[in-house]
């Protein structure tokens, strides 16, 4: 299958980039907190430049074991998969960036995991429109079949757009979503602990608000007891629902600051459910440019977020913030004077982030501040905390940042599929080694080794106590 290319875009003079982290004060090898690194797989969304030569197809398994083999390489925690259950659409037409089409990631990890040995293989799955009899048993599958290696990202989906691919139609409202994400998941575990620590299945019951199941469970308990589950959601229930459940929490505060503010919230709330923090692992979703040197990578970062925000795809960004089409507007002119419409139907499929109005006035405040263009200022809005410069330089930010309680690791989103993490393996994982923050082999055959996670005891019933 072919990709939507990008065309390349004659270059106004470069935006300012955020400069890379000052080096900090070395601390002695073996002080530094151990940090975890999770690789995603670039997916449907513009950080993936598909104008670049390097970049293959997005779906063809190659790509993944490419992805994968390096993060196994690099003895990364795991590996990541994103999920969308609806192709987005722009101003009524399916947009660009989806029709590199995603499949279904349960079907990749498979088979992925007859390719790797260690590496964690972490699949986003919707909690809103599956059910869990089904998704316990895929999961558990996978658990048994990788030895001990399966992560269940629980999304719950935020938009009627995407319920309309499925029978229920429609949305649930947050709470709702986030009641039934907590019973779906209490229930798989319930599923996962049905059968007798000798081996035998039970008679399994679950009568609750959203399920009810009675019979027995397809599958004797998986290596890893209940494969780990990760939460992405941002919202004060979905900290919650991280806190009383997840064992790894995916975020997007990728900044020092907006990470220890995140951090030392969510960290808070676990032990009102009576867990501690080293329960729940935060990895932000991060991206990383390496050079030979710093500046040299800061050139890089520039071209690829050049690359990534073209000129259309500066102008789709600011139709997003205005939710109206900005199609006359030159991407290297200034920003619309007019207020945002607020009940816009531009986008289907993508949540608007909060109110409109603010984050048009923040676009304005950054433009004017700067005297960006229309472009220059979706490069800056656009763009998520990365780790730019040299391979010393990011060890020694990352480092830091896990040192400063802002994260306790790393999910990486390389801009290249399926070459993008090869120089960060090559060239940074040796230098966290180095520093004492980063496994030199991996110690244990599951990813709940990998993460420090305990393996959940088998659930007892009075029966099996008395045997
Ligand atoms: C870092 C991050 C990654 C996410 N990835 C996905 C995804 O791959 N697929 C999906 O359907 N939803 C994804 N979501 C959406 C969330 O699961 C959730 O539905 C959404 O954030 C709304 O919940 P909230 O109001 O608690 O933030 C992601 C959210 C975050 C914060």
Redesign the pocket.
Known sequence: MSHQRLPQQPRPAPPQQPRPAPPRRSQPPGTHRPLHLAAHFP?VNSTTVWSDPRSGSQIAFDSFVHLARTAERGLFDFFFL????RLREHKGRIHDLDVVGRPESLAVLNAVAAVTERLGLAA?V?STFNEPYELARRLASLDHLSDGRAAW??????DAF?GENFRRGGYLD?AE??TRAAEFVATARELWDSWSPDGTPRPFAHHGRHFSIEGEFTLPRSPQGHPVVI?????A???D?AASTADVI???HGTLAAGQEFYADVKGRLPGYGRTADDLKIMP?VTVVVGDTDAEAQEKATEIRRLQVSPQNALLAAEQVWGTDLSGFDPDGPLPAFDPVVDSDVVQGR?RQGDPRALAEKWRGLARAKNLSLRETAIEATGRQSFIGSAATVAEAMSHFVDSRAADGFILVPHLTPGGLDEFVDQVVPLLQERGAFRTAYTGPTLRDHLGLSHPATRQTPKDAAA
Do not use: H, W
Request: hydrophobic fraction near 25%.
């Open positions: 997916g994103a999920e969308g259950l986003t919707n990202n629980v999304v719950t989906s935020s995407t947050r979503r986030y939460q992405a959601g941002d919202s229930e979905g900290r629902f995916f975020t997007r979703g949540v």
